[in-house]
């Protein structure tokens, strides 16, 4: 039961954190800007943070320690200057939740219990994965060395260089500092409270897709009536839908139906394999959260209808996500290139081209080091040569 | 994508490599339906967010010509199919079927088209505890009888960090458990121990890697002398062998000389005693800052 209440406060505070991140991000101004974009784009604009106060110290072989010692009186000051900043914007979104609860308490209650079924498979269940080797074992290891990245998680032997794969993925060693800071062992923190944020973030992601989709805030302003197809009209509702009260019911289908293709996607290789079973790793975030984040900023890109430093908020997505997984390295630019450029093109806006440069770049410069590192043209070691 | 090779198949492999993802799921068809739909029936905003980026994808990512010529700047073989999360399944897909759902004007229609879309889900895909759920059996979701073998090995030890001999599933989870616990077999020469069916005399006689002696004996049963595997126990410093207690070589472990340290339900713990004690020591980095 203590072990329940400590992974639920955990997630709690991991939501907090994100939200205070994300809320300096999305900005105070926009009314508009949904409370769940603040902590996911928070998610990423935390692990984007970290990458800077990480990497240093490492490639200086400095202890876990020092790191912990640096970034968790940071954090506490970010969040405490936040919600100075953003508390009454909190408040009243809060209350807006609150009233959304009391209109759609079947809703609530219905997408309660498919985010609690999702939790409870992915925080109960019991999975061998050859990856958590590595990341679950680099955890540990980290917090037993007081090291980062310089013992070989899968046999605890010292090793003479940095991996380059793994050196800027910095996520993991976010989860040594908790670890270390709280004395919540490796396995609890990464196969059951990360794994639940993760789910969490992930359904808010499919949440909030499906809401722009269906119930969409289509540039309220700017669509004039008659220029959109005949199902559309200037309140933004598809009218395909039918009434606000189909448009609900069309949200809970879509999202649980969303649910049900994540159980049933199923090889070793689908992006819901990784999400249902290897919840904690990096590429599992990548492939589901990072992914549809940038998806989501791309509907709403289309439809003109963000205002808040889009690009910034895509920007530190794809650099987030890219010291979450390498993977993001080559993942992300190709989505934002099938996404974004085609887009670009058919609204002629080109001042988003450099934008759009802007967000592949981190991805292609992590890339171009990892090649140049394997091809033998540099490596960072771990003890002063 | 294990066994896929770019070089190997040429621009087949883009079709082995996504045959391999979907595997025997339809919903990549059904996204191909609900694009060609929204071509054609979609509204103007529907068009705008999905058909550009699935052309493109189609372009790009689903391109044979694509992962070969991403080939000569990366290795892309074992991780090209990650490309295909990119195409928005998850979306596209739940957005039409709840689009046909609640469009139809009357309760019947509405549930004659949602056990219809339901239908179709599950005979899309392969439900992923379709092999059953195996609930975990403690918070650190380990097999409890793996804990039990690290406290043991612990009590037994005297020193800090004890070196053990795993068995393929135990050796993959033991440090996310127990970070302490040193391993002598690294998860690269598992894999290939696992997955090869015995080692060459060039590869038992190469010096630097005694482990391999050990893993022909323990995981491949070749016919190893005594000698030779005592003697890479002493050059890897492996204090203890764990096996099951099915494990073929148990005899063997025996009439080598080790004795049993301790006991589970399914596992013994072999104990060897080292000809020169070794203790490893984390490496003393306050020589530098």
């Known amino acids: ?385 | 994508m294990q066994g896929l090779n770019v070089t190997e198949n040429g621009i087949r492999y883009l079709w082995e490599c996504f045959s391999y993802y979907t595997g025997s799921c339809a919903y990549f068809m059904l996204y191909a339906a609900a694009v060609i739909y929204i071509s054609i029936a979609g509204t103007k905003r529907e068009k705008e967010i999905f058909i550009p980026c699935s052309v493109f994808l189609l372009l790009t990512v689903y391109n044979p010509v694509a992962p070969m010529v991403l080939d000569h700047f990366f290795d892309v073989n074992s991780e090209y199919y990650r490309f295909f999360w990119i195409a928005p399944v998850i979306v596209l897909v739940p957005y039409l079927f709840s689009k046909l759902i609640v469009t139809r004007t009357d309760m019947k229609q509405m549930i004659v088209v949602s056990l219809l879309i339901a239908a179709i889900c599950l005979v899309s895909g392969k439900y992923v505890y379709a092999d059953g759920i195996k609930w975990a059996q403690n918070i650190y979701k380990m097999p409890p009888e793996l804990i039990e073998v690290s406290e043991k090995i612990h009590e037994d030890s005297g020193v800090e960090y004890p070196k053990a001999f795993l068995e393929y599933e135990y050796n993959m989870q033991m440090r996310q458990y127990d970070p302490k616990m040193l391993l002598t077999i690294d998860r690269e020469d598992y894999l290939y121990a696992v997955s090869n069916p015995s080692y060459s005399r060039e590869m038992l006689e190469d010096d630097t890697h005694p482990q391999y002696v050990l893993l022909a004996a323990l995981v491949r049963f070749q016919d190893i002398d005594k000698e030779s595997f005592l003697n890479a126990l002493e050059t890897t410093k492996t204090g203890y062998v764990v096996v099951s207690r099915d494990n073929p070589r148990i005899d063997y472990l025996k009439e080598a000389g080790l004795s049993i340290a301790g006991e589970t339900q399914n596992h013994l713990i072999f104990k060897y005693d080292l000809k020169e004690p070794y203790e490893f020591e984390l490496v003393d980095y306050s020589v530098v800052y």
């Open chain 1, 1 to 385: 039961m203590t072990d329940i209440a400590i992974i639920t406060l955990s997630v709690i505070c991991n939501l907090i954190i994100y939200l205070a991140f994300g809320s300096l991000l999305t900005g105070r101004k926009d009314k508009k800007c949904p409370l769940l974009l603040s902590v996911i784009a928070g998610f990423f604009f935390y692990y984007f943070v970290f990458f800077f106060f990480c990497v240093p110290p490492m490639k200086y072989y400095r202890p876990l320690s020092m790191l912990t010692k640096m970034w968790v009186p940071f954090v506490a000051a970010v969040v405490i200057f936040s919600t100075i900043l953003n508390g009454r914007k909190w408040v009243s979104w809060f209350k807006n939740a609150m009233l959304y609860v009391k209109k759609h308490p079947l809703v609530t209650v219905f997408m309660l219990l498919l985010i609690g079924a999702q939790i409870v498979l992915v925080s109960c269940t019991y999975n061998f994965t050859l990856d958590a080797a590595y990341y679950v074992a680099n955890v540990a290891t980290s917090v037993e060395t007081d090291m980062m990245n310089v013992y070989d998680p899968f046999t605890g032997a010292w090793q003479d260089h940095y991996e380059m794969r793994y050196f800027f993925a910095t996520y993991s060693i976010q989860d040594s500092v908790v670890c270390q800071l709280t004395g919540i062992p490796a396995l609890i923190w990464t196969k059951s409270v990360m794994a639940v944020t993760i789910i969490l973030l992930t359904n808010m992601v499919y949440l909030m897709i499906a809401r722009e989709l269906i119930i969409y805030r289509n540039g309220r302003d700017e669509v004039k009536a008659g220029e959109d197809s005949a199902n559309e009209d200037r309140t933004g509702t598809d009218h395909s839908m039918g009434s606000s009260k189909n448009g609900e019911l069309a949200v809970v289908i879509m999202t649980a139906l969303m649910f049900v293709i994540n159980l049933t996607f199923i090889t070793i290789y689908t992006s819901s394999l990784f999400l249902m079973t290897r919840t904690y790793e990096g590429k599992a975030i990548v492939g589901n959260l990072a992914i549809m984040t940038v998806f989501y900023l791309f509907i709403r890109m289309n439809d003109d209808s963000i205002k808040t430093r889009p690009w910034l908020i895509t920007f530190i997505v794809c650099f987030g996500a890219a010291t979450i997984s390498s993977s993001a390295n080559m993942l992300l630019p190709v989505e934002l290139t099938v996404l974004f450029l085609p887009m670009i093109v058919r609204k002629k806006a080109w001042k988003m081209l450099p934008k759009y440069i802007s967000c592949v770049i981190p991805g292609m410069v992590f890339s171009l080091i990892f090649v140049l590192y394997v091809k033998g043209y540099f490596v960072f070691y771990t003890f002063p040569n």
